[in-house]
Structure formats: C-alpha cells, structure tokens
C-alpha cells in the first residue's frame, strides 16, 4: 500500500493509510479546505433562511402561516431549505 498523499510505501500496521502525521494533517486540511469552499455559500443562504423563519415565527413556535410576499420581501430563498 502506498501513502494516500506522498505516494510512499508504507510499513507498519495493515491498515495505514498514510506514512506520516504530517500527510494525514495535509490530507486532512485540505478536505476541510474543499468542503468549506463548497459548502460556505450553502451555509449562508440557510442560515440567512433560518434567520428570516426566525424573525417571523419566533423562538416559541413551530407552525405559523405566512404570505409567500412576505418571505420574498425578506428575500427568503425557497430553493434551499433544510430540515428542523
Ligand atoms: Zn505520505
């Protein structure tokens, strides 16, 4: 087996996957790195979401029904909504 970021061979324990602390912390750094550049804009919008629901429902409750206007007037972004 070879190491998942240098390409060197590995020794040891069967199931290693990388030869050393420093590939694991650069392999792992750098898929942070990629899913935060992908997931951050996401993040924005249902948290700006979550924020409008918010500001409309308040923090006591959980069913209210609202004008579709006025979620667009807040500019929520119907397309992206996540579970509770
Ligand atoms: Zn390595």
Known sequence: MKCKVCDKELSGRKDKIFCSLHCKNEYHI???AVTKSVASPLDKILH????ILLEIMGSKSHKKKVLRSELVKK?????????L
């Open 30 to 32: 750098t898929i942070r």
């Open 48 to 51: 700006r979401n979550r924020s």
């Open 75 to 83: 500019k929520f972004q119907f397309k992206f909504i996540s579970p």
